[in-house]
């Protein structure tokens, strides 16, 4: 039993006879070598970095393939966004022979290789060639990531109580990492050196006949890793569009197993959700959930979205996005999760002005609220969470259209995420469009046109009646006291009239204006370039 396990772990076989009968089985399938003839592939489409890793491992003595769905695009003829490499090389091998090489992750070991700093930069994904290995001879813990953390420290291949892999790095031939890949279509090779794909699971002819099969009995590798499900529905909604379907024992157990992701670390739904709605595909997607029976269940805030897909100002902000991603242009978490809570935020923003509390404060206040009922945990991911308050608290500033107001908001760093949420406001009649087209044209306007224009607001303001103010004592949001009554420290830093963060209990003096004459510094119009 012990010889057997190892001769597993490092893809042996006992005898000619124990050969044979693992060649009938076919869990590994068999290997086919298909010509540039027959896949038709456009080598132009290969990007010339993931042809370089390929190329330094090879003339390292490693072999090194494309693979994935980036293989998967390239036969239907799309030019893919990322590309991914397979080696027999390991991890530590791999990054030696890259200057700029990381090794990530515990459950996969891969290595990321970087080329191009800042927004220009580009991630190659490296993995090394992983063995088939039996989940029931796998060592089990009875916890997850989190409370098993020091179990899992030294183990290669672990899973849980319900089956789930929870670490997968033994390393085993090509044939093997092939039938571990999740969908035949995923588990292609393509040599870009000598243009043959290498393919074992008639992965081209279900690309041909536009199917989305699962490698195996499907219950059950959707068991070892319940992400598959979000991925199966990932791959159907941006193949849909080319006529692919699942073939239907793929898809039976996807609404029956959608439990199984309630283990899954809540980081990682959230990350598989942005793949979701953020790969260009976002309407597609809710639509493949909607028509799966996954609408609810995998996600709290993947709920909302589903849900509200439908109201006006997040469809027109889920079209926009999908947009930007076929543009080639970058989109940006924050941006569309502020457009997903826009409606709750909205809402308690109204209710609270009703009540004659000052515009920011209550601003503030709704938006706690929101991250309350709805974000949860995520309220704490650092910069997710600030800008998405600095969109949201730039609003009410763009109705100031006098003195220095224009200027300051001009020169803040999420300025443009900012104006595209007002234009998305805009669209669907929320405020006056007149607005949204005064801060396009202020933005991109010389010095003396942007003096000129707030010299027009200025006189424009002086003509309207002013309405007197009443002050009303602020009410503090119940979710934001503690069981006593008491006021716990708030998660992220207090802002005042200006939107800016302000120390607790001090007064904002008034700015006077730099400049009245105009000359206030130019500002760079903004690039659509730039992202959200």
């Known amino acids: 039993m012990i010889k057997k396990f190892i001769d597993k772990l490092f893809g042996k076989t006992s005898s000619p006879a124990a050969g044979a009968v693992r060649s009938k089985k076919s869990v590994f399938g068999e290997r086919r070598e298909v010509g540039p003839q027959d896949h038709a592939i456009d080598p132009k489409l290969v990007d010339d970095r993931a042809m370089d890793v390929v190329r330094t491992l090879q003339q390292a003595g490693y072999e090194a393939y494309i693979v994935g769905g980036a293989v998967r695009d390239l036969l239907v003829g799309l030019r893919p966004k990322d590309f991914d490499v397979a080696t027999d090389a390991t991890p530590e091998q791999v990054k030696s022979l890259f200057r700029r090489a990381f090794i990530i992750g515990r459950r996969f070991r891969i290595v990321h290789v970087i080329y191009g700093r800042g927004r220009e930069h580009e991630v190659i994904e490296v993995s090394t060639f992983r063995a088939h290995l039996d989940s029931s001879l796998a060592e089990q813990v009875g916890g997850n990531e ?75 590798r959707y068991r070892e890793d319940p992400v598959r499900i979000i991925r199966a529905v990932r791959f159907s909604a941006k193949l849909s569009a080319l006529g692919f379907k699942f073939e239907d024992k793929t898809a039976a157990p996807l609404k029956s197993m959608k439990g199984l992701l309630a283990d899954v670390p809540q980081s990682r739904l959230f990350d598989e959700m942005l793949k979701l709605l953020q790969t260009g595909h976002s309407l597609a997607s809710i639509a493949q959930l909607k028509f799966l029976g996954l609408n609810t269940g995998i996600y709290p805030l993947l709920d909302v979205v589903v849900d509200t897909a439908e109201e006006p100002f997040l469809q027109l902000a889920l079209m926009d996005t999908d947009r930007r991603v076929g543009e080639g242009k970058p989109v940006a978490p924050s941006f569309l999760l502020s457009c997903v809570l826009w409606a709750d935020v909205r809402q308690g923003w109204e209710q609270r002005l009703k009540r004659g509390e000052h515009t920011m404060p209550a601003l503030q206040d709704a938006i706690d609220d929101a991250f309350n009922a709805k974000i949860g945990d995520v309220s704490g991911r650092g910069k997710l969470g600030t800008d998405m308050r600095e969109i949201w608290t730039m609003q009410p500033r763009f109705e100031k259209r006098t003195g220095s107001s224009p200027y300051s908001l001009l020169d803040q760093p999420r300025f443009r995420a900012g104006f595209d949420f007002l234009r998305l406001r805009a ?84 700015r006077k204006p730099a400049n009245r004459d105009g000359g206030a510094p130019s500002a760079s119009p903004p690039s659509d370039t730039a992202g959200h």
Request: aromatic share 6%.
């Open 146 to 220: 989190r409370t098993s953390k020091s179990e899992l420290a030294g183990m290669k291949h672990a899973v849980d109580a319900s089956g789930r892999v929870l670490r997968d790095n033994v390393w085993g031939p090509m044939e093997e990492d092939a039938a571990r890949r999740d969908f035949t279509i995923n588990a292609m090779y393509y040599d870009p050196q000598t243009q043959i794909v290498v393919d074992y699971h008639n992965g081209i002819r279900d690309a041909k006949k536009k199917i989305i099969r699962m490698i195996g009995d499907p219950a059950t």
């Open 427 to 510: 669209q669907t009649g929320e405020i006056e469009m007149e607005l949204a087209e005064w801060w396009e044209k202020f933005s991109t306007a010389y010095d003396d046109e942007r003096h000129e224009m707030i010299e027009q607001a200025r006189v424009a303001q002086s003509q309207k009646p002013q309405v007197p103010r009443t002050r009303v004592k602020r009410v503090e949001p119940e979710a934001r006291r503690g069981a006593d009554g008491s006021q716990p420290a708030a998660p992220f830093p207090e802002f005042g009239e200006s939107g800016e963060a302000v120390p607790a209990k001090k007064r904002r003096r008034r």
